[in-house]
């Protein structure tokens, strides 16, 4: 099934404008120049899929002085009402991405559609000679993730992913102190994100279906790999200084039988060279565990949860070399390195990673994009940056499609 046939029998057809034109989209847009941003300058942002993320988004850069919303795009005309009042004013809203990018007054894109289209407009925008802002994932296949990178190369244009984590002040002070040896040498990344949550959106007309529900259907979602994962994924990204090497999965579905083709569970187990791994678990019943993401290394052990950070260093490893002789315990001779207290949790104290701000990750991400187009470099949530955890989600499907190891795609060399 392609992008085309996912769109039939949807009202909502235009989805997919683009997957319902075969109009050569790049073709009909000549390569504009960036239009300089002076530091005082107003910057008029057009936003495309402005649902629940898209609001969110705007919602931070509306806090960010000389920030406007000049134009909207989605194609649910409820919407534009909703963005209105999140303005306080009209503003001038579109149906077709297309026509909202022909507006010259544009200085930057934010695109917050689902994942399927994030290729298409990003790289369209792009070519107009728009900075853009998008959501995550880079892209929904290994083509969408290849060509997005491109574009950017080749349109020396601004692109900012939507890893907001790499903007948290926690996050980033966390990550240093792990990649200068705070923990000894880090092996594995241990992330969870588990809700009690059926993740489904209520509906009133079945014609709705698909629009409001995409992150259930497997053509137009890559579940929660892609939409939790992701984030955690790049974390270990970061982490081990790389993009995974392979990835192998499993998913069910244990509690949602309501005509969802994706999985509501999700563990998957990412290679990175040198033996390292990442293992990531999604389930939706039970929020015990929640949102927090493990990196242990040799010497300890790193907890990062959407609000803070934890290091821990328990300064008895469980089992030493002397303990590898006969252990009795309450008169049972248990073997060679195995005794009750030492396979207990650790339950001694943390350190507190400390940190200036309770900014919203959003926010800080938000700032740093339009200093980055002001000052015209790549942000640090670059393209390639997007790339590292999508094309792990895009073949992370794959593999727990078809219960196999994958080798993940580099990026290729230009
Ligand atoms: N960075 C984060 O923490 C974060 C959090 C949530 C969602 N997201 C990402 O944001 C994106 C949107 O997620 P959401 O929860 O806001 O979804 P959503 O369904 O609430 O919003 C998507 C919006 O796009 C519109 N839309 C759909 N097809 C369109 C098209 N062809 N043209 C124009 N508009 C179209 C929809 O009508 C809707 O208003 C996804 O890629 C998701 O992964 C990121």
Redesign the pocket.
């Known amino acids: 099934m392609n992008r085309r046939d996912i769109l039939q029998g949807l009202s909502?057809s235009?989805?997919?404008?683009k997957l319902l034109s075969n109009e050569p989209l790049l073709a009909q847009t000549a390569k504009t120049k960036p239009k300089p941003i002076a530091a005082n300058d107003r910057i008029n942002v057009g936003v495309?899929?402005?649902?629940?993320?898209?609001?969110?988004v705007m919602r931070q850069m509306l806090r960010i002085p000389g920030v406007e919303m000049a134009a909207v795009?989605?194609?649910?005309e409820p919407?534009f009402a909703e963005v209105n009042e999140l303005v306080g004013k009209k503003v001038m809203s579109y149906?077709d991405?297309r026509e909202l990018l022909e507006r010259k007054d544009l200085d930057v894109i934010l695109i917050?559609?689902?994942?399927i289209?994030?290729s298409e407009?990003t790289i369209a925008a792009l070519e107009k000679g728009k900075p853009v802002y998008g959501?995550?994932?880079l892209g929904f296949t290994v083509q969408d993730c290849n060509d997005v990178v491109a574009a950017v190369k080749r349109t020396g244009q601004i692109f900012q992913i939507?890893?907001?984590l790499r903007y948290a002040s926690w996050i980033q002070q966390s990550i240093k102190r792990v990649r200068q040896g705070d923990i000894g040498v880090p092996t594995h990344v241990y992330a969870y994100w588990h809700r009690a949550d059926d993740w489904r959106r209520p509906v009133n007309d079945p014609k709705l279906e698909h629009?409001?529900n995409?992150?259930l259907y497997n053509e137009t979602s890559g579940g929660l790999l892609?939409?939790l994962g992701?984030?955690a994924i790049d974390i270990a990204n970061w982490v081990f200084g790389e993009t995974p090497e392979t990835i192998m999965g499993s998913t069910s579905i244990a509690v949602y039988h309501d005509g969802r083709t994706v999985g509501d569970n999700v563990q998957a187990v990412i290679g990175y060279s040198k033996g390292r791994r990442m293992f990531f678990s999604s389930i939706t019943d039970n929020a015990m565990m929640a949102d927090q993401i493990w990196i242990y290394g040799t010497e300890g052990s790193a907890q990062i949860t959407l609000q803070d950070a934890t290091f821990y260093r328990p300064t008895q490893k469980t089992v030493t070399a002397s303990s590898h002789t006969d252990i009795v315990e309450r008169g049972v001779k248990t073997g060679a390195s195995y005794k009750t207290s030492w396979e207990m949790p650790y339950r001694g104290p943390g350190e507190r990673v400390q940190f200036p701000s309770g900014d919203d990750p959003?926010l800080t991400a938000c700032q740093a994009f339009f200093q980055s187009v002001r000052d015209k470099h790549q942000p640090v949530a670059s393209a390639e940056v997007g790339f590292g955890s999508a094309i792990a989600c895009v073949v992370g499907k794959q593999a727990m499609t078809e219960g196999r190891t994958i080798t993940v795609p580099q990026l290729p060399k230009s």
């Open positions: 909502l235009m989805l997919s404008r495309i899929g402005p649902g629940s993320r898209g609001r969110e795009c989605d194609v649910y919407r149906k991405y917050a559609t689902p994942p289209f994030h407009y959501e995550k994932t939507g890893h907001q629009l409001f995409w992150r892609e939409e992701s984030h959003t």
